[in-house]
């Protein structure tokens, strides 16, 4: 089996970041949630699990789901 090339697995992460905008949605709403609270430390980790906790994804496509929290961090610090 090939290795994707990180081109290729930013790519892929894409298609399913577009098919999928909600989980975005969510992540910027607990995160914002946890600073409102006055969190001063919190882990995209974290943030991510309580996605998975709180709401039903119903995904077109888990294949590039597998890793995506550094994706969405990157996309929060506007680097992607």
Known sequence: MKRMTFSEKKEAWWEWHNANPAVW?????FSLDAVRRGTK?????????RIRWEVY???RNTESCSTPKGCWVNTASGST
């Open 25 to 29: 949605d969510y992540f910027e709403k």
């Open 41 to 49: 430390k919190i882990s995209h980790w974290l943030i991510i699990n």
């Open 57 to 59: 994804i119903d995904t």
